[in-house]
């Protein structure tokens, strides 16, 4: 709960930029679903990363806990598949 407004942590508002951060790894997702490629993985990656350190996640410890699963989800595919590129 948050004391200043009795709210759930999930509730709250996040940033813009992290808002933003989690609309582009939506796009980098679904792009990935058609098109898989190390090179995408890894900026994938890159923004589960931003988003684990961004600082509005303290406000969310779900999606903290999400953020940390597809982080060791997307670096064992990165180094464990076989893409052709």
């Known amino acids: 709960m948050n004391k200043t407004n009795n709210k759930p942590a ?15 790894l939506k796009v980098l997702t679904s792009t990935y679903s058609e098109h898989p490629s190390r ?3 890894k900026v994938i990656l890159y923004y589960v990363n ?10 969310a410890p779900d999606k903290r806990c999400d953020y940390f699963c ?7 595919l990165i180094e464990n ?5």
């Open 70 to 76: 597809m982080h060791k989800y997307w670096l064992w």
């Open 50 to 59: 931003r988003l684990i350190k961004h600082e509005d996640i303290i406000q």
């Open 81 to 85: 598949t076989g893409y052709q590129e």
């Open 10 to 24: 999930q509730y709250l508002q996040m940033s813009a930029e992290f808002t933003r951060l989690e609309d582009w």
């Open 39 to 41: 090179s995408l993985a």
